[in-house]
């Protein structure tokens, strides 16, 4: 099998295309530049919906991407032709084989968990920041992006069963604040309660109906925040008492709050420990169903158990 470096006008047919020649998506660095995995003797120029990559498909990020995969490859080549290229196992000066280490081998054979399965969305932000020595240079930037896809491509690889593949949003940004401009929170947020200006766990916009307002999560309370005022209108109140049909046990101490978006519009997440319930902004209830475990509905999700 060969790794190709692709552009397409049409992902789905391409990566259709390549499953039929028994090949398949690896990386997919935007909507239309990809790593594909296709076996040996399969003409990449013959493909009828994919080509070797073309300039024009690169936008800054995919640029950044494709710039680290061939320097992960130029490194790779260069530790297969070592000093030692070419010379019998046992030429002098030279340490024999290592033995397999046989709990490492066990270990590689271990079955990968469920929940690392399929396509897996990776993001990775680079920040730079002003003045000497916070600033990212290009070289540095795809290094980065480098270290993350020297791990991720072996991971492609590690189980073929599981038809791991990764998709990136990498973006490059830059904080203009100088160091040590932090304001503090009561400085920029107006009208927060006295024992709501800081500690939070979670944050969410509104939607649909509650659009242009901003809700704050803290223990069992929250504060509702409007936009346009820019100044706390609601609350605190109790979770329990403001967001309708929580089931019992997701009331308080939320680890992370978010919106859904594309199919998911119009839904919001609340995760807790090892589950999650979704939250319908237009009805303003929970959806029924809910708790769900993360690992069983999120692809590529990893969830670790307690006591590893």
């Given at each position: 099998m060969f790794k190709h470096v692709l552009s397409t006008k049409d992902p789905a047919a391409a990566i259709q295309e390549w499953e039929s020649l028994g090949g398949r998506e690896l990386h997919r660095f935007s909507e239309s530049v990809f790593v594909a995995e296709l076996p040996e003797g399969v003409e990449v120029a013959a493909l009828k919906h994919s080509q070797p990559l073309q300039p024009e498909a690169l936008d800054g990020a995919s640029s950044l991407a494709v710039d680290a995969?061939?320097?992960?490859?130029?490194?790779?080549?260069?530790?297969?032709?070592?000093p030692a290229e070419g010379l019998p196992w046992d030429a002098p000066g030279y340490q024999p084989p290592r033995k397999k280490d046989a709990e490492k081998e066990k270990a590689l054979k271990v079955i990968p968990r469920r929940a690392l399965t399929g396509p897996v969305g990776i993001g990775l932000v680079i920040v730079s920041g002003p003045g000497e020595g916070l600033d990212f240079s290009s070289e540095q930037r795809s290094k980065v992006v480098q270290e993350a896809l020297e791990?991720?491509?072996f991971l492609v690889g590690a189980e073929p069963r599981a038809r791991v593949s990764f998709s990136y949003d990498i973006r490059p940004v830059s904080v203009s604040a100088p160091p040590g401009s932090v304001m503090r929170i009561t400085d920029g947020w107006n009208g927060l309660p006295a024992d709501f200006t800081g500690g939070f766990n979670a944050a969410v916009c509104g939607r649909g109906p509650f659009a242009g307002k901003g809700y704050f999560f803290k223990g069992d309370s929250y504060i509702r925040y409007d936009w346009q005022s820019d100044r706390v209108d609601s609350g605190p109140r109790l979770i329990a008492d403001g967001w309708?049909?929580?089931?019992?046990g997701f009331t308080s101490?939320?680890?992370?709050i978010l919106n859904g978006g594309g199919?998911?519009?119009?839904k919001c997440?609340?995760?807790?420990?090892?589950?999650?319930?979704?939250?319908?902004?237009?009805?303003d209830r929970v959806d029924p169903g809910y708790p769900r475990k993360i690992c069983d509905e999120w692809p590529g999700v990893l969830m670790w158990p307690a006591n590893s």
């Open positions: 995969w061939r320097a992960m490859e130029d490194k790779a080549r260069r530790k297969e032709m070592g791990g991720l491509n309708h049909g929580l089931p019992e101490d939320f680890d992370a199919q998911f519009a119009g997440y609340f995760f807790k420990g090892d589950s999650y319930v979704r939250y319908d902004w237009q009805s």
